[in-house]
């Protein structure tokens, strides 16, 4: 094998490689979301639309508009507030949520930590049962 070859086989075992370092990263970020869910978030909501949840459930929350799951009782303010939950809407709701929206029901969450607010916001993109063309996979 020349040198070049070599030096060729050697890169494309690199990039192998770390494909999949980001794939076990992202995996990573999801399992420590599920976690920190676990212990803020799950006992009010539940992660799948099937299960009985106190506050909306949770499932493709990322791109949704704010107080539009079918049948849950929101707050006034909540209902009417025009929001749409981007990761920027769900970082600022995390950090003070009734800071962000006066009225909303939610008891206070302060979740400051940009990395806890990360691993949550993975986990919550994980679950979506849109794929990224838009149809559905559940
Ligand atoms: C003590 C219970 C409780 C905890 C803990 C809690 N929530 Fe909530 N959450 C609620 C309730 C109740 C509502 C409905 C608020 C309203 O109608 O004003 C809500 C609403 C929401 C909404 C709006 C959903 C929609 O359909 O518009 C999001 C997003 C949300 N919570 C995310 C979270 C996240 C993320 C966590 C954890 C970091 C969390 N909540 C922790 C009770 C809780």
Redesign the pocket.
């Known amino acids: 094998m020349s040198v070049r070859n070599l030096l060729l086989a050697a890169m494309t075992l690199g990039l192998v490689h770390s494909a999949q370092a980001s794939e076990v990263f992202e995996q990573a970020k999801i399992t420590a979301g599920e976690m920190l869910?676990r212990v803020?978030?799950r006992?009010?909501?539940a992660p799948d639309t099937n299960d009985p949840s106190?506050?909306?459930p949770?499932e493709n929350?990322i791109g949704?508009g704010?107080?539009?799951?079918p049948d849950?009782e929101?707050?006034e303010?909540?209902a009417s507030s025009g929001i749409v939950?981007t990761p920027a809407a769900?970082r600022a709701?995390?950090e003070d949520n009734t800071g962000f929206l006066p009225g909303?029901?939610?008891?206070h969450?302060g979740?400051t930590d940009r990395t806890v607010q990360d691993f949550?916001l993975t986990y919550?993109a994980s679950l979506s049962t849109q794929a990224s063309d838009g149809t559905n996979v559940d």
Do not use: D, N, Q
């Open positions: 869910y803020e978030c006992r009010c909501h106190y506050g909306p949770l929350v949704r704010a107080g539009t799951f849950y929101y707050s303010a909540l939950w769900l709701w995390m909303t029901k939610m008891r969450v979740i949550i919550l």
